[in-house]
């Protein structure tokens, strides 16, 4: 029998949250979470990719029924995985100019590393990297081209009124953003 997750009406983090513990609960099976709302369908199903499950999103009415396929031994962790956390526009302290530089720079190397990282968060002033303006995109593609997860944090964007010029990668909350930095290697700009 299918495990049910009703989440309507619940904001973010909360639908991932309760997924999170349901997917906990089996070893493998089927997990149906139905939601209300595209940021906790797109939150709750990355959430479950994550953890190594196959998802499919059928559309009713009002609601997104989100169908998580867990598999024995689906935890979500690597061994080797590091992300990058990068929390400004600029690399270091001192000259603007110097420091947005360094921070292209930085973005550049990263994607001659050997072993990309496996996902790139941009929190407060970070989030201005993925956005309208910003030098940093063609390299940031690149980088999702190779199987780099980019995601922003939508709060950050929100502070800043910059979620509609959001250019590249998604949308996250600060939940999923603890947990990837709990389960891996974390390096900080």
């Not at 990719?49 to 031994?73: D, L, P």
């Not at 992300?83 to 990263?110: A, N, P, Q």
């Amino acid at each position: 029998m299918d495990t049910v997750v009703d989440a309507r009406g619940k904001s973010c983090p909360t639908p991932v949250i309760m997924t999170k513990k349901a997917l906990e609960e089996i070893k493998e099976g089927k997990v149906v979470v139905i939601v209300d709302n595209e940021v906790s369908k797109d939150n709750v199903s990355k959430y479950a990719k994550s953890a190594g499950c196959e998802v499919a999103v059928e559309v009713k009415e009002n609601e997104f029924h989100i169908n998580i396929y867990k598999k024995k031994g689906s935890t979500g962790e690597k061994s080797d995985n590091y992300i990058v956390v990068i929390t400004s526009d600029k690399f270091g302290e001192g000259d603007e100019r110097l420091g947005k530089l360094l921070m292209k720079s930085f973005i550049i190397s990263l994607k001659e590393q050997n072993k990309k990282p496996d996902c790139v968060i941009f929190i407060n002033n970070g989030v201005k990297l993925t956005t309208e303006g910003s030098e940093a995109i063609v390299d940031l593609k690149e980088l999702m081209e190779m199987s780099v997860e980019i995601i922003s944090c939508g709060t950050c964007l929100d502070f800043y009124g910059i979620k509609d010029k959001l250019l590249i990668g998604s949308i996250t909350n600060m939940y999923t953003i603890t947990e990837k930095m709990t389960n891996s290697r974390v390096i900080k700009v």
